[in-house]
């Protein structure tokens, strides 16, 4: 167990949806990451968020948003989605820039 | 921006035999180094570490991995492979403190 707990495992929805995927990072750690894992992209770095904050920005769709909160939990916000948007979603947290990052066991989209 | 390469996408070994994975990264100062390993349906677990100091790091489940600055390399080997090593191996790069960046991964099979 990483420590890093993403909700929900399984997540079934139609095109056109919007979803909300949330991600509790480890206990102190202040980073989160958040990747998306398809079979043809491999794993594709989407935002970090830095105790609140937005610090790096990756491959991420305008349709997608995300934010952490207070307590350091995150929100991945998915809209208008559309069948190409099914992948495996990870959340990674990370105490600080000299250490490792902790996965989640991702969020598992299908859209149909 | 940096890059990782893993030039193997499948390797399939015996049972017992050795194992060495290669991993090639882009970037002009010594970045951080990881080697993680995803089961099928699973998070990624986090098997070593290089930072900074000795070249030869040692990780969990008997894996080491080995820097050599002047090939960009950070190869992943063991011994002697267990069946239930068969997973998916991805290198990652780091530098200092931004986005992990994954390499494309290596599906490792053994055979009995």
């Known amino acids: 167990d990483s420590g890093v707990t993403q909700t929900p495992k399984h997540l079934i929805t139609a095109t056109g949806q919007r979803v909300t995927l949330r991600c509790s990072p480890r206990?102190?750690?202040?980073?989160v990451y958040w990747y998306q894992q398809s079979l043809d992209q491999g794993l594709q770095f989407l935002i970090q968020?830095?105790?609140?904050?937005?610090?790096a920005k990756g491959n991420i769709l305008e349709r997608f948003s995300a934010q952490q909160f207070p307590d350091l939990h995150s929100e991945l916000n998915l809209s208008s989605l559309e069948l190409g948007d099914s992948a495996l979603y990870f959340c990674?947290?990370?105490?600080?820039?000299?250490?490792?990052?902790?996965f989640g066991q991702g969020t598992r989209l299908t859209v149909v | 921006a940096q890059s990782v390469t893993q030039p193997d996408i499948h390797i399939t070994v015996s049972e017992g035999a050795s194992l060495e994975l290669r991993c090639n990264y882009s970037?002009?100062?010594?970045?951080?180094l990881f080697w993680y390993v995803q089961s099928p349906g699973q998070g990624l677990q986090l098997l070593l570490k290089?930072?900074?100091?000795?070249?030869l790091v040692q990780g969990i489940k008997g894996f080491e991995a080995e820097f050599k600055r002047s090939q960009s390399s950070f190869n992943l080997r063991k011994p002697s492979v267990h069946w239930s090593d068969a997973a998916e191996y991805f290198c990652?790069?780091?530098?200092?403190?931004?986005?992990?960046?994954f390499g494309g991964g290596t599906r490792l099979m053994v055979k009995p």
């Open positions: 990674a947290s990370r105490r600080d820039m000299n250490t490792e990052a902790f």
């Open positions: 206990s102190g750690d202040l980073s």
């Open positions: 968020y830095y105790n609140g904050e937005e610090r």
């Open positions: 970037y002009g100062a010594t970045p951080y």
């Open positions: 290089y930072f900074s100091g000795d070249t």
């Open positions: 990652a790069s780091d530098n200092a403190g931004n986005m992990l960046t």
